[in-house]
T-cell receptor, first 113, second 115 residues
């Protein structure tokens, strides 16, 4: 089935640093979503992208829908300790099911104070 | 606004025992509903989804079943649990209707441990 390649798998950074992670797919997507999951909780939607080239911000977070429609990235600026968690990309590929999302395997972010 | 509730939050069950996890959504009608399992390796595996009462689509063959007895209620069940059923189970919902690219919103999950 459809797979997303999310990288990096994990990151260890110092508080205040910027972070960048990305997802790529082998097929064209019409929706890209970014979620954050805190330990023991469900993923929470951070940013939703629906158009190629779209750049959307949510506070210190910025995500972009790649022009080729096969990739997306998420940037976090000036990281703080509460940014710790697992970040997932998810998408819906063009021509795929209206109901199902494909998820990346997540990026585990650790922020050292 | 819409909210999603899952219970119980944690559950410890012996092998061979039955299972019933419940999920309810408030604040919307006719949502799409989903059950996922998240293993320790972090990936999210879609188990079932439902687009309406009594309509269940199964994604992977397994020891589990799902039911949707009411519009905003989704239940995950098993008659006899296996050790391999251990994991973190997440329920999610999305808006149905004319705009298909709706994001999914997750509950807080149930941590299931099989002994």
């Amino acid at each position: 089935g459809q797979q997303l390649n999310q990288s990096p798998q994990s990151m260890f950074i110092q508080e205040g640093e910027d972070v960048s992670m990305n997802c790529t797919s082998s097929s064209i997507f019409n929706t890209w979503l970014w979620y954050k999951q805190d330990p023991g909780e469900g993923p929470v939607l951070l940013i939703a992208l629906y158009k190629a080239g779209e750049l959307t911000s949510n506070g210190r977070l910025t995500a972009q829908f790649g022009i080729t429609r096969k990739d997306s990235f998420l940037n976090i600026s000036a990281s703080i300790p509460s940014d710790v968690g697992i970040y997932f990309c998810a998408g819906r590929n063009l021509g795929g099911s209206n109901y199902k999302l494909t998820f990346g395997k997540g990026t585990l972010l650790t922020v050292n104070p | 606004s819409q909210t999603i509730h899952q219970w119980p939050a944690t559950l410890v069950q012996p092998v061979g025992s039955p299972l019933s996890l419940e999920c309810t959504v408030e604040g919307t009608s006719n949502p799409n509903l989903y059950w996922y399992r998240q293993a320790a390796g972090r990936g999210l595996q879609l188990l079932f989804y439902s687009v309406g009462i009594g309509q269940i689509s199964s994604e992977v063959p397994q020891n589990l079943s799902a039911s949707r007895p009411q519009d905003r209620q989704f239940i995950l069940s098993s008659k006899k649990l296996l050790l391999s059923d251990s994991g973190f189970y997440l329920c999610a919902w999305s808006l149905a209707g004319y705009w298909r690219n709706q994001p999914q919103h997750f509950g807080d999950g149930t941590r299931l441990s099989i002994l």
